[in-house]
């Protein structure tokens, strides 16, 4: 039909930790949800896997990021930006990105995440 029905699911070391609403029959979805969780100080990636709801059958893997604990340590004051989707399934094409700004609030011994999903294209 031209459209998806995205959401977004956010993984942190394969753990789903957050679901995004649905938004429906769009390409260029807006979600401006903000989350923040704990995180444990032997994390390795935080994951964002952009899936296509689907009433009748198995939600799709549209694509993922994936942000290591590393590319966090390299931007101290977080990220902001666009980042691509890389493919799930090595058989699958990907086209699109997404729209974050992800930061780790307080000390070392008790972290958290703040993980702003803003939008895809």
């Known amino acids: 039909?031209?459209?998806?029905?995205?959401?977004?699911?956010?993984?942190i070391d394969d753990e789903a930790i957050i679901r995004t609403a649905t938004v429906w029959k769009t390409l260029s979805?807006?979600?401006?949800e903000e989350y923040e969780v704990q995180l444990q100080p032997s994390f390795?990636?935080?994951s964002i896997y952009v899936m296509d709801e689907d009433a009748l059958?198995?939600?799709d893997v549209i694509?993922?990021?994936c942000?290591?604990?590393d590319m966090l340590m390299e931007?101290?004051?977080?990220y902001s930006g666009w980042m691509s989707l890389s493919e799930v399934d090595p058989d699958e094409e990907v086209q699109g990105e997404i729209h974050?700004?992800?930061?780790?609030l307080g000390s070392q011994g008790s972290q958290r995440l703040h993980c702003s999903v803003l939008e895809a294209r």
Do not use: A, M, N, Q
Request: glycine share 12%; net charge positive; aromatic share 8%.
């Open 1 to 11: 039909t031209g459209s998806s029905d995205p959401y977004c699911i956010v993984k």
């Open 29 to 32: 979805p807006f979600w401006g």
């Open 44 to 46: 390795h990636s935080i």
């Open 57 to 59: 059958s198995r939600d």
């Open 63 to 65: 694509g993922k990021v």
């Open 67 to 69: 942000i290591t604990r």
């Open 75 to 78: 931007h101290p004051k977080g």
């Open 100 to 104: 974050l700004r992800v930061e780790v």
